[in-house]
């Protein structure tokens, strides 16, 4: 896994086709635009870290991980106890890059180019202590192709392909999960 800057995230989604506005000024958020995508989902999330944990593990089935990058969106308004827990999958995988006078936070990407085990595994971890801790970032395919975006109490998922809309929606139903179609 490689820490990205704000630039190199710019420039990997930009390659993809999809626009990336840092943040402008302290307490702004980065955003990603995934909101283009023809095809949408949105499920509320689940209440019991059981069913997060499930929920997590799944969409980073359904979702091609390997090569991957997920952009941290929203990065002020936690406590310190939570920025920590999420900072130690950083240092475990040899960066404790964070925030620095850049709004936002300087290190928003987190690319996922290990062995596609490890990738998978870690982009687990990662989305996991997204929708447990309430913090907002979006993943996205190294295809381009499809994303996912956990926010406060949902996550969206979106693709440019008709069968992964469709095995997207045979997924969350095996959960019990009714997903919200937008288009």
């Known amino acids: 896994m490689r820490i990205l800057g704000i630039d190199d995230t710019q420039r990997w989604l930009g390659d993809r086709g999809i626009a990336f506005a840092p943040a402008g000024h302290p307490g702004a958020d980065h955003r990603v635009g995934v909101a283009e995508y023809p095809r949408y989902r949105e499920v509320v999330l689940p209440k019991r870290p059981r069913e997060q944990l499930v929920l997590a593990h799944r969409l980073c089935q359904w979702l091609d991980t390997n090569g991957s990058l997920l952009v941290i969106t929203v990065v002020t308004g936690f406590d310190e106890a939570e920025l920590d827990l999420f900072l130690e999958l950083r240092r475990y995988y040899g960066s404790e890059e964070w925030a620095s006078e850049t709004p936002g936070g300087a290190t928003p990407g987190q690319l996922f180019d290990d062995a596609p085990k490890e990738n998978r595994r870690t982009a687990t971890e990662y989305v996991y202590l997204l929708v447990a801790l309430d913090f907002q970032g979006c993943l996205v395919e190294e295809s381009g ?22 095995s997207l929606d045979r997924l969350l139903g095996d959960l019990g999960l009714v997903a919200r179609t937008v288009r």
Do not use: H, I, N, Q
């Not at 956990?150 to 998922?157: F, N, P, R, Y």
């Open 145 to 166: 192709r499809s994303a996912l975006v956990v926010g406060d109490d949902t996550v969206e998922m979106y693709t440019r392909e008709d069968g992964k809309a469709k």
